[in-house]
Structure formats: structure tokens, C-alpha cells
């Protein structure tokens, strides 16, 4: 006789969560070998106890204040912002700080990038990006119509088995193993509204992410920043249940051993130091030949490689999603069929953004089929495996998104040269 699925549960508090109890677990046993560590050791044991306390309290806080309002706390969300939102007086005034972060470019980039972890979301992440430029622009209603197509997709593509849009998906299906969107008031709750069947039409405006009526036509006033912002944070929360969904279908790693868990703790410990020590930089660039910053480097690579039409150099500069190993063949093929079309002939690098630890701007000058256009290249250090990665622990600057409309599209035209 089979064995009956292991249907995972809500939890009603952080502290309930596997990972969090088995951290706690692990932390509780080092006690039995303290005395064999030394004073650095002792210090990041007690920093990490420090910050589990604060992500129970912001994930707790968070679902008290906004999961009636069926806002979904997901993992990529950033702990310092979030201590603002969970501090705010009341459920209306965290709503307004929770937009507000969404609304941060600068924020929002890494969460956006991430994205490219789950595999089915990848030939997606194009009308992802449409969909952010519409809600900065305030382009509501395209935004909620672009994101509910891509989680409908997506999470089609996830369950080959059974493929199934998120629309056609019960509430009880949307419970994520060890995941902070499975709060008793996370995506399983707010999936209730996304699925609500509306049959009648009306005008009055809504603050809900009504996915049925909102298709089907019956609601026609929902172009608001709610709205719109919930279809956001309702994809990075969908995404963390589809890759939960995953990666419960893999084989479980061995346990790791007690040298193996120091190891781990000190590495994140230095890149959470690293990442809260960072201060963004802007730089003119005056010398594009100046090898002062390697990301100017590499992007002059990158662009000399694009005159010369060397599409085997071009495709190893783009960045890789996932573990998806190709050969420099197939890499040079994908840049030929993506450039081929796009000759440039001449380029300034003007300023170079390091907005994070493992992110940088280059602001240039592109000649491109006769026209100049200021173009903004986005540098992400990251390894083969599709990982982002801090300078100097592995890994290279990579071009991502690197298919050309992305950013030419983007660009201002100026013929004042011509």
C-alpha cells in the first residue's frame, strides 16, 4: 500500500518552521562545546541567535499586522525595512511602508534578480520587467494583468505532472514546506481572494488582488497602487511556494557536520557584514582605458567584443540562470541570435553605480544602428551556477538581463550627432 502524501501545514508562528526549530536545535547543542570555541566563534553563535530572534518577531509582527489584508511575507524581503513596517502603528500605516518599499528601485533589484532561481519563471522574467516599469510609471492595471499571466504560467510549468495555473490550484495546495509564506494567514489565506468568483460586474474601486473578476472582466476598478502592489508581492510569495515545491521532489542532502555548520555560520556571518557595510558609489568614469574598477573592464570587454561582432567573448559575459551548463558553441550562438541585429559602432562609458555589494551600473554612450542612445548596462557578480556572489569569494562580473532590447529599447535617442 502506497504511503499517503505528506501534505505540508500552516504554522502560526515563525518559531513553528522546521529550520527554525532545527537552528534552534543546532544552536542549543553547540552549548555541550562552547568551551571548545574560540572568542570569534562564540561571537557569531550569539549574533545568530540574535537574528533569529528578530526574524520570528518581523515575520510574526508582520502576518499581525497585514495578513488580514492578505499581504504575504516572503523570503526576499529585506529584514531592515521590514522592522519599519512591522513597527508602524497601525495595519493601514504598514501597508502604506510596505508600497513604499516596493516602490524602491534600488530595493527591489536583488528580489527581481533572484527570480531566476526557479527555472520555470525564467522565459518570463522579460514580462516581469515590463510589469516593474509600468508599476513605477503607474501603469497599474498593466502591471496586475502582466504578473497574474506570468504566476499563471509559471506555476502552469512547475508541476509538469499535473499542469495546473495557479488560478486552477485550491487553497490548501498552496502550503510551502518550511517557507515563511505558510503563516496561517500567508498564501494559502489571501489565495481565498485571488480565486473568489465574481459573476456580476462592478465599478466600486478594490484593494484585493481579485485575479477572477479581474480577468473575467467583472471588476473593472482595480488600477490603484494596492492592487498592484499585492500582484508584486504575491509573485516573489508564489515563487518561494513553487520553489519549495521543488525542491521537496529532490533527494535531501546528508546532514552536515558539526565543521561543516561553523563553516557555513562564519561565511554567512562575513557576507551579511560584508553586504551591511556597503556603501552605494557613483563614479565618472573620465578614461574608459582606466583598469581602476574591474567592472569598467569588463564592460569595456564586453563592448569591443560587440564591435567586433565576437559573439563567443559576448556570450561568456552573460549571466547564467541556474545550473544549466552550456557549451561556448551554444553560448556564442544565443549572443549571435540576440545581436546579430544591433551593430555598434562606436561607445563612451560615461559612470559606473555600484548600487550593491554585488551589483553595478554602467551608464554609456551606444552607437547602435546609426543611433546614439544612453544606455544603462546592469553588472552582476555571480559564479557558474547562476549564484550572485561577493567580489573576491568566487565567481566574476556577468551582464544580466544581457538580451540587447532590454536595455537599447530603454535608451534616449539622441541624433544631435548625426
Not at 18 to 38: A, K, Y
Not at 214 to 222: A, L, R, Y
Not at 223 to 239: E, Q
Amino acid at each position: 500500500m502506497d504511503s499517503p502524501i505528506q501534505v505540508p501545514e500552516t504554522f502560526g508562528s515563525a518559531n513553528d518552521l522546521p529550520t527554525v526549530r532545527e537552528l534552534r536545535d543546532d544552536l542549543q547543542g553547540l552549548q555541550s562545546v562552547r568551551l571548545l570555541l574560540n572568542r570569534k566563534q562564540k561571537a557569531e553563535i550569539k549574533d545568530l541567535e540574535s537574528r533569529v530572534e528578530e526574524i520570528v518577531e518581523i515575520v510574526d509582527g508582520f502576518y499581525q499586522l497585514l495578513g488580514s489584508r492578505n499581504w504575504v511575507y516572503h523570503e526576499d524581503l529585506n529584514l531592515p525595512s521590514m522592522h519599519v513596517v512591522v513597527s508602524a502603528e497601525t495595519p493601514a500605516a504598514a501597508e502604506q511602508e510596505l508600497i513604499r518599499y516596493y516602490k524602491d528601485r534600488d530595493a527591489m533589484k536583488y528580489p527581481l534578480l533572484r527570480l531566476n532561481r526557479l527555472e520555470a519563471i525564467r522565459p518570463r522574467l522579460s514580462l516581469v520587467e515590463k510589469a516593474y516599469e509600468d508599476y513605477q510609471a503607474g501603469r497599474y492595471y498593466a502591471t496586475v494583468l502582466l504578473l497574474i499571466a506570468v504566476m499563471d504560467g509559471t506555476v502552469n510549468d512547475v508541476d509538469q505532472a499535473q499542469r495546473r495555473g495557479l488560478h486552477a490550484r485550491e487553497e490548501e495546495e498552496m502550503v510551502a514546506w518550511d517557507s515563511v509564506t505558510s503563516h496561517h494567514h500567508g498564501l494559502k489565506h489571501a489565495h481565498s481572494s485571488f480565486t473568489k468568483s465574481f459573476r456580476k460586474t462592478t465599478t466600486d474601486e478594490v484593494t484585493e488582488l481579485y485575479r477572477n473578476g479581474i480577468v473575467h472582466g467583472t471588476i473593472v476598478n482595480f488600477d490603484n497602487v494596492i492592487v498592484a502592489t499585492k500582484a508584486l508581492n504575491r509573485l516573489f510569495a508564489v515563487t518561494d511556494w513553487a520553489i519549495s515545491l521543488v525542491e521537496h521532489a529532490e533527494p535531501k542532502p546528508q546532514d552536515p557536520t558539526l565543521r561543516e555548520i561553523l563553516q557555513k555560520m562564519a561565511q554567512t556571518q562575513r557576507d551579511l557584514k560584508a553586504i551591511e557595510a556597503f556603501s552605494p558609489t557613483e563614479q565618472v568614469v573620465h578614461d574608459s582605458l582606466s583598469d581602476e574598477d574591474e567592472v569598467i573592464t569588463v564592460a569595456r570587454d564586453f563592448l569591443v567584443s560587440w564591435q567586433k561582432k565576437n559573439y563567443g567573448a559576448l556570450g561568456q559575459a552573460f549571466m547564467k540562470f541556474g545550473p544549466v551548463s552550456s557549451s561556448v558553441g551554444q553560448a556564442a550562438g544565443e549572443a549571435k541570435n540576440l545581436y546579430r541585429e544591433f551593430n555598434l559602432t562606436d561607445f563612451t562609458i560615461n559612470q559606473i553605480n555600484h548600487t550593491a555589494a554585488c551589483v553595478a551600473l554602467v551608464i554609456t554612450d551606444l552607437r547602435v544602428n546609426g543611433d546614439l542612445k544612453s544606455v544603462e548596462l546592469r553588472w552582476v557578480h555571480s559564479n557558474d551556477q547562476g549564484e550572485t556572489t561577493l567580489p573576491g569569494q568566487g565567481g566574476s562580473w556577468h551582464l544580466a538581463p544581457y538580451g540587447p532590447t532590454m536595455f537599447i529599447d530603454q535608451g534616449d535617442v539622441d541624433n544631435s550627432g548625426d
